[in-house]
């Protein structure tokens, strides 16, 4: 099968594609033909070997850890699936093997859930990693009906799925973001507020009393965020560890089907939506990294395996 590989840590010239084995399907394994993968920063961090001291790495390394496709075949123990299921996951794995951008990739089943029928194939695939990231935070966060939300990178991949997911609860959101992603922000129903100097004054002109829930999606806005919250206020961030320090929670995504199902429960009653920024081909992975690497999208840069 073809697939995008790198043989050692780098930067985006040691991507090639190659003719590659196919996976094998272990007992709880789905083997999943793929036709679309999404892009994450973190995709390209770990190519440049920042995780080292997270994950060990099995070279040549098939980056990517999001998908939309075809169930192709499954293993022994897997009663949840059948050959020609429409799936999506975020198929992380315990070290850097087997990934997404390839036509084929084998992916535990507790990673694995249907693909939501409203959603194409370029949605599903940018949907895993950014919305299990915004879900797992708000659901760990407690976020319930009637609260004032504060979403710090609203305007980003993970903070627009944040945006819907708070609202869906019935909370109330106030989103930080640059003015070009404020009117995308309205329209997801949220208040958006410029970042930078004076943060805390303008959300404290909509919410005079502070806010109940603060989510750090950008990292370094730990002084605004515990200015802004109310007494008994949660704070969470996946983008600053030393908010734990504070009572805080830090959290890294796992992979959970469970919540991967609620993700496209919300997409079909028309609560979730996954805006793409751009589509690359197999052949252009460095061109989607480098895209990613701007860090000024305006949505999910995916990467068609096949259409």
């Known amino acids: 099968m073809r697939a995008a590989i790198y043989d050692s840590y780098g930067g985006t010239d040691r991507i090639r594609v190659t003719d590659v084995p196919e996976p094998k399907v272990g007992p709880a394994t789905v083997l999943i033909r793929v036709r679309s993968a999404g892009v994450n920063p973190v995709d390209w961090k770990v190519m440049a ?6 994950f060990d790495a099995v070279f040549p390394v098939i980056p990517g850890w999001d998908v939309s496709g075809v169930v192709e075949a499954v293993g022994l123990d897997t009663p949840e699936f059948q050959v020609g299921d429409e ?26 859930a249907r693909k939501p029928a409203s959603l194409d194939w370029h949605q599903a695939a940018g949907l895993p990693l950014a919305g299990l990231t915004a879900y797992q935070l708000i659901d760990r966060l407690e976020v319930a009906e009637g609260e004032t939300v504060l979403i710090h990178n609203a305007g980003g991949g993970v903070g627009s799925l944040a945006v819907q997911i708070a609202i869906a609860r019935g909370a109330r959101v106030i989103g930080t973001a640059g003015e070009g992603n404020h ?5 997801l129903g949220a208040e958006p507020v410029a970042y930078g100097d004076g943060l ?20 370094g ?53 996954v805006p793409i920024d751009a589509v690359h081909p197999l052949d252009d992975v460095a061109g989607a990294f480098e895209r990613s690497m701007t860090g000024h999208t305006a949505g999910k840069i995916v990467i068609e395996i096949s259409a």
């Open 200 to 219: 805390v004054e303008r959300v404290r002109a909509l919410a005079p009393e502070g806010v109940d829930v603060s989510l750090d999606l950008v990292g």
């Open 183 to 187: 009117e995308r922000l309205r329209e």
């Open 49 to 54: 070997g920042y995780l080292d001291g997270m």
């Open 221 to 273: 806005v730990l002084g605004q965020a515990k200015a802004l919250l109310r007494e008994g206020g949660r704070l969470g961030s996946i983008a600053d560890g030393s908010v734990a320090e504070h009572g805080g929670l830090s959290l890294w995504a796992r992979p959970s089907s469970a919540d991967l199902a609620v993700l496209a429960r919300l997409a079909d009653d028309g609560d979730l939506t």
């Open 87 to 112: 799936v999506m996951a975020y198929a992380r794995k315990d070290a850097l093997i087997g990934g997404t951008f390839a036509e084929l990739v084998a992916v535990p089943v507790r990673a694995v």
